[in-house]
């Protein structure tokens, strides 16, 4: 399944794509009858409490085989894709939990000694936007570099799992832009500050479930600037993969519905070029992953 976070009439809710569109999931649970209630309460109506509930997601498949199953016109309303605002599928996460280092080739392009595993570090939930959103160049920093990166969402309370059962608390995958101010990077010897600027974390367009994509390893990822491809990978080549990167990260801390994992990006970054390359105001980033779409930001002046 595809799931959505999205906006109509100024009214933020959650969907589920089907045939002709999307889906409001608590209207549609509205329709099917009070089953699709969450602690006797009603149908969640964010991506977090739905990922927080344990058969949200059970829940929304049962109801999108219902639609299914009815004729045309018996089926509920569906919103055209065009007609509404897709958002960051989760606005504000517990944590973001990235990767630093995790394909070959960009280690090999930026120079660095290869780690045991993969470098480990925090972007501030505040930095994520959403699809189609402008991103104001930020005051303190003028060296933007783009980063495509496959995305878990977790979706069940994760901690000290193995390898073999790590695919059982991920809700699914979208993608992140872990987009880096290079000098901020540079110049404060830690990660975190030149990650979490405000607008620094594009995310979308959309959570496509664990079922549909399994360990997600195969994927083609591209970035374009401009429309001139930059990064152009697959997921295969990750040096560690989704199962050894959760079972790693949740012998260390626990897990939670809705956190977001960034799992690194490849080679073709822009820092690494000769000379460097660097967003500026009017570049557009179109970073796309195979079976999860596009996710589409454009840089403005700042503000």
Same mark, same amino acid.
């Given at each position: /399944?595809? +799931?959505?976070?999205?906006?109509?009439?100024?009214?933020?809710?959650?969907?589920?794509?089907?045939?002709?569109?999307?889906? $409001?999931?608590?209207? %549609? !649970?509205?329709?099917?009858?009070?089953?699709?209630? /969450? $602690?006797?309460?009603?149908?969640?109506?964010?991506?977090? $409490?739905?990922?927080?509930?344990?058969?949200?997601?059970? %829940?929304?498949r049962s109801i999108a085989e219902?639609?299914?199953?009815?004729?045309?016109?018996?089926?509920?309303?569906?919103?055209?894709?065009?007609?509404?605002?897709?958002? !960051?599928?989760?606005?504000?996460?517990?944590?973001?939990? %990235? +990767?630093?280092?995790?394909?070959?080739?960009?280690?090999?392009?930026?120079?660095?000694?290869?780690?045991?595993?993969?470098?480990?570090f925090a972007k501030f939930p505040s930095c994520i936007v959403n699809p189609d959103d402008v991103i104001p160049m930020p005051k303190v920093s003028d060296k933007l570099d783009w980063e495509v990166e496959l995305a878990v969402v977790i979706g069940k309370t994760c901690r000290e799992v193995d390898e073999d059962s790590a695919l059982d608390y991920v809700a699914g995958y979208t993608i992140i832009n872990d987009v880096s101010a290079r000098d901020l990077q540079r110049d404060d010897g830690q990660w975190i500050r030149g990650k979490s600027l405000d607008g620094l974390g594009p995310l979308g367009p959309c959570i496509v479930t664990v079922d549909e994509l399994?360990? %997600?390893?195969?994927?083609? /990822?591209?970035?374009?600037?401009?429309?001139?491809?930059?990064?152009?990978?697959?997921?295969? +080549?990750?040096?560690y993969g989704v199962r050894q990167i959760i079972?790693?990260?949740?012998?260390?801390?626990?897990?939670?519905?809705?956190?977001?994992? !960034?799992?690194?990006?490849?080679?073709?970054?822009?820092?690494?070029?000769?000379?460097?390359?660097?967003l500026k105001p009017g570049d557009e980033m179109v970073l796309y992953i195979e079976k999860i779409g596009y996710l589409k930001n454009r840089i403005i002046p700042s503000q």
């Open positions: /399944m595809r +799931l959505f976070t999205y906006s109509r009439l100024g009214v933020s809710s959650v969907g589920v794509e089907v045939e002709g569109g999307i889906l $409001d999931i608590p209207d %549609a !649970a509205r329709y099917f009858g009070s089953t699709y209630v /969450m $602690d006797g309460q009603r149908f969640p109506t964010t991506m977090e $409490d739905l990922l927080a509930w344990e058969s949200g997601i059970d %829940a929304v219902k639609f299914e199953g009815l004729p045309v016109l018996e089926r509920p309303l569906v919103f055209p894709t065009y007609s509404v605002k897709i958002l !960051a599928p989760i606005y504000r996460p517990g944590k973001i939990v %990235a +990767l630093g280092l995790n394909y070959k080739e960009h280690i090999e392009e930026t120079g660095s000694e290869t780690p045991g595993f993969p470098v480990i399994g360990d %997600a390893s195969g994927l083609t /990822m591209q970035t374009k600037i401009n429309g001139v491809i930059k990064q152009d990978s697959t997921t295969s +080549l990750l040096r079972s790693h990260l949740s012998q260390s801390f626990t897990l939670e519905p809705s956190d977001i994992i !960034a799992t690194g990006t490849p080679s073709g970054v822009g820092f690494t070029r000769d000379p460097p390359e660097y």
